[in-house]
Structure formats: C-alpha cells, structure tokens
C-alpha cells in the first residue's frame, strides 16, 4: 500500500501520510510535554513551583480542547471528501474507454471474466497499462473480499449482489491479489496474480487466449465451482454471454440454488 502504482493506490497513500501527520501533530507534543514535566518536576529541581491550590486556567482549558478539536475535523474532513473522491463505484477520469472485468469468489479461487472479449480466467487477472478497469464483482458461495494492495481499494463480494471497482495500473508489472475476508479452509492459498501490460501485449494475449483453451460451459463451471484449493492459473477461450448474471441470480449449474439444498456435511464450518 506504501509502494502503489496506480491512481487509486497513491491517493489513498496521500490519505493515510495526511492522517498520520495530523496525529502526530498531536501525539509528539504530548509526549515531549509529558517528558518535560517529569524532568522539570523531579526531586532535585528546587525551582519547580508547587501550587496544590491552582485549579483552573481559561488559556489552558482553551489549548487542551481546541487542538484535539482541530484534529478530530481535519481527519473527519479528509475521511469526508476522500470517502466520496474515492468511491469504488466513481469513474476513473480518463479518455481511454474503461475495460470491463466481471469477477467472481469461488471456494478458494477466483474467476475473472472479460464479457465483451467472451474469454476467462482463473487465478490471473490480465490488464493494460494506462486504461481504467471498470469491475462487477459477486461471490458464488460466501461473503469475500477482492484487494490488489498495489493499485488501491478493497471491496466485498457477496451472493445475490454486485459490487462495483474502478482501478487502474500506470506501470507494466505484476502485481499480488488476495482475498481479504477468511471463506475457510482454502483461504490462506486463495490468491491472485494481476499482471499489467501495455495496451498492444494485451490484445495479443486475449487473441492468443481467444483461440485455444477450453471453453466454460455448463459442464465445466458446474466442475470449477466445486472446492478446491490451490488452484493453479488456467484459461477458458468461450464463456456463456450471461454467466455473470446466471451466478448472481445463483441459476448457474453448479451454484447452491441450482444443485438444491445440500447436506450439512457438504459444507463445513467455513460457511458460517
């Protein structure tokens, strides 16, 4: 989160070295103040004033609320104006038309679907450099949580709902994607690549992805969806043009609903 690499990520970092900064402010003078009474106030220093009857002081009750008053505004105005420069739903400015990444959390892994090239992944999130990532995102199973730490903004899938992210990458590279909410036994292995490549590497990989693969039929979602762990990174070169919605609406093969009620055994304590 300190080393981002995208607009999302360095805003939030400008976020957190401003707050970090305004307590400081705060902290470090009360702790050299702390430091200064005791060494002012020792045994050995005959020119420390004891005054038992001082009890109240205009100036100083001024001083001690005004400034954590102060504090407690600025950082409730920066929480104020960023929560809304920063909404996960908001555009990305930028003339580049945005790319658009309909993700989904599986038990323990995580399927990226690009609707518009009808290509999949598994485990790998190809992107371009420069252009904003418009992303849908829901679960299959269980409440989780998509975060590329580099490139900015954590956000929750859950069953039956979409959620929105725009992030962008400004340098070629690769980048690590986690799950950040625990959905179980398989969570600890339950990461990503994100791997950002000029615009041009980009349309040869979804053209040589495109053409080879299997595809992501009924029959194999139905297999995907099962759990698993440790999923190693794969790709499907056709995917069903309203899978997304189908897994939303938990009438894709394979999810809860479609396969009818299972039994208690079937799904562990994780999916509590």
Do not use: C
């Amino acid at each position: 989160m300190l080393d981002p690499e995208g607009p999302i990520g360095r805003s939030e970092r400008i976020i957190l070295l401003d707050s970090l900064s305004i307590m400081l402010a705060i902290v470090v003078p009360v702790v050299l103040a702390a430091l200064a009474v005791a060494w002012w106030f020792r045994a050995s220093n005959l020119r420390a004033r004891y005054r038992p009857q001082w009890s109240y002081s205009g100036v100083l009750e001024l001083i001690v609320w005004s400034i954590p008053l102060m504090v407690v505004l600025f950082l409730g105005g920066i929480g104020w104006v960023s929560s809304h420069d920063l909404d996960p739903a908001r555009p990305i400015a930028s003339s580049a038309k945005p790319l658009e990444v309909e993700v989904v959390s599986l038990d323990w892994k995580w399927l990226f679907i690009y609707p518009a090239q009808g290509i999949a992944s598994v485990n790998r999130l190809v992107i371009p450099v420069g252009i904003p990532v418009h992303f849908r995102l829901t679960s299959a199973t269980v409440m989780n949580s998509f975060f590329v730490p580099q490139l900015g903004s954590q956000i929750y899938t859950m069953a039956g709902m979409t959620t929105e992210l725009h992030l962008e990458a400004d340098k070629p590279g690769a980048y690590r994607g986690v799950s950040a909410q625990f959905s179980g036994s398989g969570f600890s292995d339950m990461r990503f690549a994100v791997v950002a490549v000029s615009p041009g590497q980009f349309a040869g990989w979804m053209a040589a992805k495109g053409s080879s693969g299997p595809v992501l039929d009924a029959v194999a979602y139905a297999q995907l969806a099962k759990q698993s762990q440790s999923n190693p990174a794969k790709t499907y070169r056709q995917v069903p043009p309203r899978l997304f919605e189908e897994i939303v609406s938990a009438s894709a093969p394979g999810s809860m609903t479609a396969r009818g009620s299972a039994p208690a055994a079937q799904y562990p304590r994780e999916r509590n």
